[in-house]
């Protein structure tokens, strides 16, 4: 029974589109999270959620609107993709707001050509 | 100066050594520490936390806390190829609202037979 789970895994696509990457998790946790982890593995918050309010957005751009339908779902949606975005984004959840035990999911490997 | 440094690595060691990885801080908020362990494409998973100075031990894993020196170590004793895997350290300043983790960059560990 997966705890928290990604869809997709992996996303191949071309600059300039439009894609989402979905969140769930099962935890029963209050708090949710999207971090992008980049090519040497630095690992980078981009989003905190609380019972569907945004708590934490660390400067990302505009392009990157995060959605949280309840509390046991966060999902991901990139306008106008560039090359930059290319990296592997991880959701994660906690049982309160910047909870040190986290959970993370499996990760979306993000490519864009 | 980054707010969270990290042996860079890569570290290779063979199996049954002792082995120490180190992170500083330049933040003195921070109150708790934690090490997480990234397997090959999958999600961190949480190892352990430790709140403040000190140690902490579980099994082969200690994590210890230098808030003088700003700097945490984990030691593994006993070391198995089963904990090939990249480490990333991570602080918070105390659990809350507004409150987030701040990963080191990792270190990647590969234990030989």
């Known amino acids: 029974d997966t705890a928290v789970s990604q869809t997709p895994k992996y996303l191949v696509t071309q600059m300039g589109n439009d894609k989402s990457i979905k969140c769930e998790q099962n935890l029963g946790h209050d708090t949710m999270y999207w971090y992008k982890q980049d090519s040497k593995k630095f690992l980078k918050i981009m989003f905190s959620?609380?019972?569907?309010?945004?708590?934490i957005n660390e400067t990302v751009p505009n392009r990157f609107s995060p959605k949280s339908p309840d509390k046991a779902h966060l999902n991901l949606h990139i306008n106008s993709l560039e090359l930059g975005d290319s990296a592997v984004y991880f959701c994660a959840s906690s049982q309160m707001t910047g909870g040190v035990a986290q959970y993370f999911g499996p990760g979306t490997r993000l490519l864009v050509l | 100066q980054k707010e969270v440094e990290q042996d860079p690595g890569p570290l290779s060691v063979p199996e049954g050594a002792i082995v120490s990885l180190n992170c500083t801080y330049s933040?003195?908020?921070?109150?708790?520490f934690m090490w997480y362990r990234q397997y090959s494409r999958k999600g961190p998973e949480l190892l352990m936390y430790t709140y403040s100075s000190g140690n902490k031990e579980d099994g082969r894993f200690t994590a210890q806390v230098d808030k003088s020196s700003k700097y945490i170590s984990l030691f593994i004793r006993d070391s198995q190829p089963s904990d090939s895997a990249t480490y990333l350290c991570?602080?918070?300043?105390?659990?809350?609202?507004?409150?987030?983790?701040?990963f080191g960059k990792g270190i990647t560990l590969s234990v030989r037979p």
């Open positions: 991570a602080m918070n300043p105390l659990t809350g609202a507004n409150s987030k983790l701040t």
């Open positions: 959620y609380n019972n569907k309010e945004l708590i």
């Open positions: 933040n003195s908020a921070f109150q708790y």
